[in-house]
């Protein structure tokens, strides 16, 4: 009998695949298609067994929806670009390309072993350059579209690596690499015109309907559509020019509670203010040293600097507000000015105590039991606007109204008293996408002083990056790289310089689901390609991807529509979206000398009796279970797991344990279990040849019945995500046929049929089972097995018998039995003779289909 050996099995049926080019994904009219992705990674080095459980879930999808029909598209790529391999290359002396195209060939090396059904001719990374050779082209088609401009804006300074950093690149105001005080600098940036389509983008998400409700509410919030009115106090000794300072707020229900008016550091007044002013200009300068977050500026101290300008307010022009420069307050948000009502704002009360300024409530609650007002020492009062307060201070008088009933109020009031107006703005801000790295996609543009920014001719794409830099001083090597950075002008000849500033790489990812439907095409997409391709039906990926990236991917999709690359049907790039959960390890910790943590890999520990040993005998502490992080060396490699247990063994273990959505905690344990049970199938497999011709009477037909059940359930699970529960339902069945007193012939179909519905998850063992029973061709290319509908109906019933309340036995019964008969099988049973010890019982109740009764 042969013996359940992956290393011999899985590199045989990944050969015959590729033989056969299986998942080679050609256009096909005469079938339905189905496009499966998952969210591609960086190439950092190593995959662990996180991105193993990612890419079985969307391999589980493309070998499933293969076998139903459907012509699939299953592709991979990298997303290749970014800072970190430029760090390697500072640490290191290399190159970044070098670094980044060897942990490609790593990562690949990793992925193949597992048997994933992906189209790898379709491969490619962002850092080709026919890649980003075709997103310049997207570029200067969006930049004739109106769609991208360059202008001065405030952005996060590094001062150490000399860039400009994203948002998420700032932690706790710092840099998140070097570690240096990040600063609000104003640069020369360029953007896309994303809030052009707020309106749009918001008003879209209620027609995702297979997104996940958590991703929708992310992706709204980010958007941030609020109802507000827009105006204009006027001033009282500003300088020449600024006699009115432009406000909108979001609450002009609490206008009469004004206490002072905010602007940014940024703002024109301030800047204005600092040219002729050290002491303005110096906190302005200060202010500026933290990052421009609203999670940054919230944790911030709040600061301010009276100007010694002051407003008049709209409604009582002899009630005057002073101004000051705040460094909360961002200049990109509504008009970089605020008024500030610290009656129900705890940031602009605590700006108001700081600053002894003035507490004026507005409203209070209805039943103002146990409240302390901010003006004696409460906090700031701030309801739900749906709740009901009592305007106290308003601008119509006492009144009891919702927050929001207030709202629109004050707006209508204010819009006929000829104050400002009623505006719907947008939190959502233009993507600023300049980047002053090297290790990017170059910006295709030439600046002459004659002719301004030029955009370069398509004929002159790629841009390509030059190989010769250096990174032995901080800024961007471009910068200082006279042959690639000086260039004739394309328009006039005259000469010019290159922009060397490199693309924000969320650029990269917001469109790579388009190219992998035409990946070799001599444009960014073949329309023919993408009309059959496109929408993304499945797309799989970390829930924190949920705003910036889908939210980029959504615009780009609709820019490139508009510029012609993508059909009206695409705008929405991606039907379904599923974010799964984390895979995670125990972390293994000793201590330094000097008192450091040190950290410790998995296979460098040694676990006995609920405590972890290094190889030399060090005790370890164990930390519970944590997200896998290379920084604590809590990963898994998947080639060891390959090498100890075969590929099988980690898709089914990652799949089986928890919901696909939740955290699946990696054991050695589970590991084993796993390998196991696949063994116990392969066992089954070879036994079924030394089954007998004839099964015991009814055998045949209770096996081919479950085998029926299973088909069905399996299919459940798999098209609803449940692959944990499909997977229960395997483990089920298999026990079912290794019990099972059937003939050889009903045994070999079941067993051809658990080795079916097994192959999305453990897809080598499959092909053997199946080719060992004489299974035609690749499992993988065989039809998905129908469950006959018939063979689902339950002609029996199981019901337990309770007696005097206590569940004693269980009796199976046809399902139509009559209540009279179902009593008198309940009062044969063994159990119940022997609780009525020769008696007669006091009743019998039948609860059809449900539960019998006895009561003694």
Not at 217 to 246: C, H, K, Y
Not at 679 to 708: F, N, Y
Not at 808 to 823: H, L
Request: proline share 7%; aromatic share 10%.
């Amino acid at each position: 009998m042969s013996r359940y050996d992956p290393a011999l099995i899985e590199p045989k049926w990944q050969a015959a695949w590729d033989e056969a080019e299986t998942f080679r994904a050609v256009r096909s009219e005469d079938k339905p298609k189905y496009y499966v992705l998952e969210m591609f990674p960086y190439p950092s080095g190593r995959i662990h067994i996180g991105h193993v459980r990612n890419y079985t879930m969307g391999d589980v999808i493309a070998r499933y929806k293969l076998s139903t029909g459907h012509n699939v598209l299953h592709p991979m790529g990298f997303d290749a670009f970014g800072m970190p391999a430029e760090n390697a290359a500072m640490a290191s002396g290399g190159h970044p390309k070098d670094w980044t195209y060897a942990n490609i060939d790593t990562m690949v090396a990793q992925m193949k072993p597992l048997g994933f059904g992906l189209d790898w001719s379709r491969m490619f990374a962002t850092c080709d350059p026919e890649y980003y050779g075709q997103q310049q082209a997207l570029f200067l088609d969006f930049l004739k579209a109106g769609l991208v401009y360059r202008k001065n804006a405030v952005v996060n300074w590094d001062p150490v690596d000399m860039t400009v950093l994203a948002n998420e690149q700032v932690i706790e105001a710092k840099g998140w690499r070097s570690g240096a005080e990040v600063e609000r600098r104003e640069l020369t940036q360029w953007f896309f015109k994303i809030s052009d389509f707020a309106g749009e983008l918001l008003e879209a998400i209620d027609g995702l309907d297979d997104w996940p409700a958590k991703v929708k509410l992310m992706q709204a919030n980010w958007i941030g559509r609020s109802r507000g009115l827009q105006f204009a106090f006027s001033t009282v000794d500003a300088p020449e020019g600024f006699d009115r300072i432009e406000v909108y707020t979001t609450r002009p229900d609490t206008l009469m509670g004004a206490s002072f008016v905010g602007i940014s550091p940024d703002h024109p007044l301030a800047r204005q203010l600092e040219r002729h002013d050290p002491k303005v200009a110096a906190f302005c300068a200060e202010a500026r040293r933290g990052g421009t977050t609203e999670e940054a500026l919230e944790k911030a101290e709040k600061l301010g600097f009276d100007t010694g300008i002051t407003v008049r307010h709209p409604f009582d022009t002899a009630w005057e507000l002073p101004v000051y420069i705040a460094n909360f307050i961002l200049m990109d948000y509504g008009t970089g000015a605020i008024f500030g009502c610290p009656a129900h704002d705890q940031r602009d009360l605590d700006f108001a105590r700081k600053y002894e300024l003035p507490v004026r409530s507005t409203f209070e609650p209805v039943e103002a039991t146990e409240f302390t007002p901010p003006e004696e020492g409460g906090p700031a009062y701030v309801p739900p606007k749906s709740e009901q307060v009592k305007y106290i201070n308003g601008l119509e008088g006492v009144q009891i109204w919702t927050g929001e009933e207030g709202v629109e109020r004050a707006v209508d009031f204010c819009e006929s008293h000829g104050v400002g107006q009623g505006v719907t703005k947008y939190r959502l801000r233009d993507w600023g996408l300049s980047r002053q790295r090297y290790w990017g996609c170059p910006i295709p543009v030439v600046h002459c002083e004659a002719c301004g920014t030029v955009p370069e001719k398509k004929e002159n794409l790629p841009v390509r990056l030059p190989d010769d830099v250096s990174f032995d001083v901080p800024g961007n090597p471009l910068d200082r790289h006279p042959t690639w950075r000086d260039v004739p002008c394309p328009q006039c000849g005259a000469p010019a310089q290159r922009e060397t500033d490199t693309m924000d790489t969320f650029v990269d990812s917001s469109w790579y689901f388009a190219r992998f439907t035409a990946p070799r095409a001599e444009t960014p997409t073949s329309m023919e390609d993408a009309s059959y391709w496109m929408n993304v039906d499945q797309y799989i990926g970390g829930i924190e991807h949920a705003i910036l990236h889908l939210l980029y991917s959504r615009f780009f999709a609709r820019a490139m529509h508009i510029t012609g690359h993508l059909p009206q049907t695409a705008i929405e790039p991606f039907d379904a979206l599923f974010t799964q959960g984390m895979v995670t390890h125990a972390i293994y910790q000793t201590k330094s000398p000097e008192g450091r943590p040190v950290y410790h890999y998995p296979e460098d520990v040694v676990l006995r009796d609920g405590k972890a040993f290094l190889k030399d005998g060090t005790e370890a502490e164990i930390i519970p279970s944590a997200k896998m992080s290379k920084s604590k060396n809590n990963v898994v490699d998947p080639q060891d797991i390959v090498r100890t247990y075969g590929a099988d063994t980690a898709r089914w273990f990652v799949l089986s344990d928890s919901p696909p959505e939740r955290d699946v905690e990696w054991t050695a344990a589970g590991a084993e279990a796993a390998h196991r049970h696949l063994s116990r199938v392969h066992r089954i497999a070879t036994e079924i040849a030394g089954a007998p011709e004839q099964g015991e009477a009814g055998a045949d037909e209770a096996l081919l019945k479950a085998m029926h059940k299973c088909i069905f359930d399996v299919k459940q699970g798999i098209e609803s995500f449940g692959f944990n529960a499909a997977i229960a339902r395997l483990y089920a069945f298999t026990g079912t046929l290794q019990k099972s007193a059937a003939g050889r012939a009903a045994k070999t179909e079941a067993a051809k049929t658990l080795a079916q519905l097994m192959a999305p998850m453990t897809p080598h063992l499959a092909e053997d089972v199946w080719h060992m029973l004489g299974g035609e061709g690749l499992v993988a290319e065989a039809t998905w097995p129908k469950a006959d509908e018939a063979m689902l109906v339950e002609d029996s019933v199981t019901l337990p018998i309770q007696v005097n309340g206590k569940r004693r036995s269980e009796i199976t019964v046809a399902k139509d039995m009559p209540k009279d008969e179902v009593e008198k099988v309940a009062l044969a049973d063994e159990a119940v003779q022997r609780a009525l010890e020769g008696g007669a019982p006091k009743k019998v109740i039948v609860v059809p289909g449900r539960i019998v009764n006895v009561v003694l």
